[in-house]
């Protein structure tokens, strides 16, 4: 079937020799794959050469780095990952050619869902030296995800209009707080629970809604 286009993985059990035949199918058909749906847990293919792929949606829970493993990044225009854990590396987008480098060029749509439980832990490494370019990026959903100051301006300078923001209030600061924003619609739900302090939740919650006031559609 060479000419497949569209790809979805989903299995009942995660052993290995289930893991290996979805990966060998992927590989076989990543040259010519659009879109591709990877359910199963853990499980990340080799895409490094998957030129024409334009859309991602795959599941990280219980992810974990393995050498070698990377996506083509530059002709994604879609990308969600779901359940991203602690361990999750942006330098899977990178490549040989360019290590310390992953640009998005086509990306206009994207979504990170973490998981609520380990969202107080430092969820990407602060000392990271891997740049991200997003200079398509329009629509962003981030919940219960933690990104570095360099990649949130990288993502804030660019064309991104509309912004769903799910966890701390000091998290949604690091967005709102860049004045360079072309943002026209803003969704907050900030976790207070989780926060431990009512006197920096309403300092926050005041800076983030006096500075957004421009944006035309705030919830």
């Given at each position: ?12 059990t ?42 991602i ?20 225009k879609?990308l ?21 480098n ?6 206009r ?15 990407f ?25 360099k ?7 660019g064309p ?7 966890g701390?209030?000091f ?22 629970g ?16 006096s ?9």
């Amino acid at each position: 079937m060479p000419n497949v286009t569209r790809l979805k993985l989903e299995s009942a059990t995660e052993d290995d020799v289930m893991v290996d035949f979805l990966a060998e199918i992927a590989f076989l058909y990543r040259r010519n794959m659009q879109k591709f749906e990877c359910l199963v847990k853990g499980y990340l293919p080799q895409l490094h050469d998957a030129e024409k792929l334009k859309h991602i949606d795959m599941s990280l829970c219980n992810w974990e780095f393995i050498p070698g493993q990377s996506i083509y990044p530059s002709s994604l225009k879609y990308l969600r990952m779901r359940a991203i854990n602690v361990k999750f590396d942006w330098s899977i987008f990178s490549s040989a050619t360019q290590p310390h480098n992953a640009c998005f060029d086509q990306l206009r749509s994207l979504n990170l869902y973490g998981n609520i439980r380990e969202y107080s832990k430092r969820m990407f490494n602060e000392e990271i030296t891997l740049a991200l370019e997003f200079p398509a990026l329009e629509f962003l959903t981030i919940r219960y995800i933690r990104l570095t100051p360099k990649h949130i301006k990288s993502i804030m300078l660019g064309p991104l209009n509309q912004l769903e923001f799910s966890g701390y209030s000091f998290d949604a600061l690091c967005f709102v707080k860049h004045k360079h924003t072309r943002l026209k619609k803003l969704t907050l739900n900030f976790e207070r629970g989780l926060e431990h302090d009512d006197a920096k939740f309403v300092t926050n919650s005041n800076f983030i809604f006096s500075n957004t006031s421009k944006i035309a559609n705030v919830n």
